[in-house]
């Protein structure tokens, strides 16, 4: 009998000492939980934010701002690092680094994005938009809403509609005022199919290449020309890479995008996330402002180092020659959509 009664203590003890584990490690992954969220914590983070410009161009001024006001609201505990000229990789390499969480912030146009989210590509067709100011109303439409969904769906989060500026084609051969002008002559381009089907369209022949083997490209001859905004035309000092002529064709406003890694976002307490997200908000229309105020002073540093410009182009037969495109472009309603919310 004595017997039975220490063998049911014993049953009893083990099944306290079970009990008391049990909650204590529910204790342990309570706290766990709550101070992750907790925006007391002491927990810092840094984020790596990369682009393909250089320290003065609008896209790094957006993310020096973004990054003051993050480590501001959050007393220090989110600091933001910016990498400048492709350090961390290109404009297709930093939006896969997001996609795998290896890259947390980026700004990149949307050219080279397309590879991964393919509904972006309306947005490149040349002459799609009638002005910057329809372009944006579109892009803070629901338009640019369900493109920003369309990326969610990739792992990236679309934080604001930034730009690169209007897209002009210089070269070094000869000046460009017709699409006949065009012919034959070898044109680096985006790595994105409808940027190459238009300039075969034009006659051209379009080599794609990331922007940090363009500038060898053209110094080294393996393309005549190439095609961008005037800002990155002068930053870049394209004059240095043979390039006398730019013709002002604008074919494409070229849009960009500030975007967070869902990665990146889901490592972050939720308190501070929504910070980083709301800066990253208002990064955009900053960014845009500065390019409106910096692309007349990049043309007058084109011409002051001898680039002859050509302004006054007739867009028509760039217009018509690119048409062709238009019924080819893979997401119709959204072309469609588009184009009907400028009428
Ligand atoms: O031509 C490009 O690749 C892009 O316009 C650039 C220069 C990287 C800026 O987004």
Not at 58 to 67: K, V
Not at 70 to 81: F, L, S
Request: glycine fraction near 6%.
């Amino acid at each position: 009998m004595k017997k039975q009664k220490f063998g049911f203590l014993l049953i009893m003890a083990m099944l306290l000492l079970v009990i008391s584990a049990c909650s204590g490690s529910k204790e342990k992954s309570d706290k766990d939980t709550s101070s992750k969220n907790d925006s007391k914590s002491d927990e810092t983070f840094t984020l790596q934010a990369g682009h393909s410009l250089p320290e003065d161009h609008p896209y790094h001024l957006g993310f020096l701002e973004m990054a003051e006001n993050v480590e501001k609201r959050t007393d220090g505990r989110v600091k933001i690092e910016v990498f400048a000229n492709s350090e961390i990789g290109a404009e297709r390499e930093l939006t896969e680094g997001m996609t795998l969480g290896t890259v947390d912030l980026v700004v990149s146009s949307t050219a080279p994005v397309t590879n991964f989210v393919p509904e972006l590509s309306v947005l490149d067709v040349p002459f799609i938009f009638k002005d910057r100011d329809s372009a944006v109303k579109v892009l803070e439409s629901d338009i640019g809403e369900e493109l920003f969904d369309k990326m969610n769906e990739h792992g990236i989060i679309g934080l604001s509609w930034a730009e690169n500026g209007y897209r002009h084609i210089t070269n070094g051969k000869h000046p460009i005022n017709k699409p006949e002008d065009l012919k034959g002559l070898k044109i680096r381009t985006q790595e994105n199919e409808i940027h190459i089907a238009a300039f075969k369209e034009l006659g051209a022949l379009p080599t794609p290449m990331a922007w940090t083997e363009a500038l060898t490209g053209l110094q080294q001859g393996v393309v005549d020309a190439q095609e961008n905004p005037a800002i990155v035309a002068d930053q870049f000092k394209l004059y240095e890479s043979k390039q006398k002529y730019m013709t002002l064709t604008g074919h494409v406003y070229s849009v960009a995008m500030y975007m967070m890694s869902q990665k990146a976002y889901d490592k972050l307490p939720e308190d501070l996330a929504k910070i980083v997200v709301e800066e990253g908000q208002k990064a955009g229309s900053k960014e845009r402002d500065l390019i409106i105020e910096m692309e007349k002073e990049s043309i007058q540093v084109l011409k002051d180092n001898g680039v002859e410009i050509i302004e006054d182009v007739d867009l028509v037969p760039f217009q018509e020659a690119v048409k062709p495109i238009y019924s080819k472009v893979e997401f119709q309603d959204l072309l469609n959509d588009i184009i009907a919310a400028q009428e």
